[in-house]
């Protein structure tokens, strides 16, 4: 408990910490504003119409977007915190000294960790702090569908703390440590660029170890078990190659065959956790999975279920059938079993249409069904047929939609909050703690 109160009260007592939170909340506060005007505008239309008003969902309209400014937070001035605790220590050469005098890695090492994802948790006080703020305006968030999205930015702000340890382990100096996890950040990025791009097709694997690839299903309110476990082994991963970094005592070459095993361990956990695909319905009305008679019968059906989608990755088909069907059928079965015959080829395909593109083809069993549409009634129809099974009853469950318009004093207190309340809140703490120590 020393070592964690010494780690403590080095990261908040810097300025830098509460200048990285203060940034933060600024980031959030102007995510959170637009978000609001834009849902503000849509509905203003949607309140005289009750079909529109159900297309309100503030999941997507306002926790999503404020958590992206979150995550953009989190990406560029987390680096900047997180590796501080063992950067600094190194570049003025008193981790060594550290270590002998405490005689455990990782006693020290697990005081740092823990005081560099307390120093990113600062973050969390805008996004929280403006969501209460929409419920106090009249607005509504879901529990449960709201928490399993902070969740998810949880999980990625241990991961990039546990990866600025690492690159700390591996580095000299402050700069040095920050400039590599930015990097490394950057690259999850670049992987994200070729999503919805044909010709980037052949990266579809690499999109397995895209960061926002596990975020997006638990920004939706899912809770997806493969995802969950990717990011702790990767986390895990990153630490122990930490650990690894601050041994000195051990040759370079053991050390570095170490660390490239530790590499290739973490890779196969996470391929391996990739294929969990056990999924949780965590929406109110569990809005995202299909009727619950449907997910009975589907769940009851004998042998493998597959799709064979013909279609390429820059047709809004596809797009549309991803987000709709396909997430509906694998919350009912874990199993499902998808593929893209096209994006396994090596040239690029767009603008070629052959006279079976767009083409669905489903499979049951020995069993197949094809069809051009991308109704996920009409695929959910043709498994129970092929199957030779009567559907189930569909009673569409209506999500009632929540509009709301925030305009007048309502927006004006918005403003203030966002862009001057809680960036000054974390300002004026930041001078306070570090005040006492003078």
């Given at each position: 408990m020393a070592m964690l109160r010494r780690e403590l009260a080095i990261v908040f007592r810097a300025r830098v910490t509460w200048l990285q939170a203060a940034l933060s909340a600024l980031l959030v506060g102007h995510s959170f504003v637009l978000a609001t005007d834009l849902y503000s505008a849509g509905s203003r239309s949607a309140l005289a119409n009750s079909l529109m008003s159900r297309e309100f969902d503030p999941l997507l309209g306002i926790v999503r977007p404020t958590l992206g400014g979150l995550y953009f937070a989190v990406s560029l001035l987390g680096a900047l915190v997180a590796v501080r605790p063992l950067a600094i220590e190194k570049e003025r050469r008193t981790f060594h000294s550290l270590?002998?005098?405490?005689?455990?890695?990782?006693?020290?090492?697990?005081a740092q960790a823990a005081a560099g994802v307390l120093s990113?948790?600062?973050?969390?006080?805008?996004?929280?702090?403006?969501f209460i703020v929409w419920v106090l305006m009249g607005g509504h968030l879901g529990l449960g569908e709201t928490a399993i999205a902070l969740f998810g930015q949880l999980l990625y702000v241990i991961l990039v703390a546990a990866v600025a340890m690492a690159a700390a382990a591996w580095t000299t100096?402050?700069?040095?440590?920050?400039?590599?996890?930015?990097?490394?950040i950057a690259a999850s990025w670049a992987i994200d660029a070729s999503e919805g791009f044909a010709a980037l097709a052949w990266l579809g694997?690499?999109?397995?170890?895209?960061?926002s690839t596990h975020l997006v299903p638990m920004e939706r309110g899912m809770l997806p078990l493969g995802a969950c476990l990717w990011m702790a082994i990767a986390s895990a991963g990153a630490f122990a190659i930490a650990y690894l970094g601050t041994r000195f005592d051990m040759l370079p070459r053991r050390r570095m065959f170490?660390?490239?095993l530790l590499v290739a361990m973490t890779v196969a956990g996470g391929t391996m956790a990739n294929r969990f695909r056990a999924v949780c319905d965590c929406t109110e009305f569990n809005r995202l999975s299909l009727p619950p008679a449907v997910v009975t019968g589907l769940r009851e059906l004998p042998g493998a279920i597959a799709l064979d989608v013909n279609l390429d990755l820059?047709?809004?088909r596809r797009r549309q059938l991803e987000i709709d069907a396909i997430t509906k059928l694998r919350l009912a079965r874990s199993d499902l079993e998808v593929r893209t015959p096209i994006d396994e080829t090596s040239a690029p395909v767009t603008g070629e249409r052959d006279d079976g593109y767009g083409r669905i083809t489903i499979h049951v069993g020995d069993q197949t069904r094809t069809t051009y549409s991308t109704s996920r009634k009409e695929i959910v129809t043709l498994m129970f047929e092929a199957a030779g099974r009567p559907v189930p009853d569909w009673p569409e469950v209506a999500y009632p939609g929540y509009p709301l318009v925030v305009d007048g004093s309502r927006r004006t207190l918005?403003?203030?909050?966002?862009?001057i309340g809680f960036p000054s809140a974390c300002l004026l703490a930041g001078l306070w703690a570090t005040r006492t120590v003078r």
């Open positions: 270590l002998l005098q405490t005689g455990s890695p990782t006693h020290v090492l697990g990113l948790g600062l973050q969390f006080i805008a996004p929280i702090g403006l100096t402050l700069a040095q440590a920050a400039t590599a996890t930015i990097l490394i694997r690499a999109l397995d170890w895209s960061v170490l660390a490239m820059d047709d809004a918005t403003l203030l909050v966002a862009y």
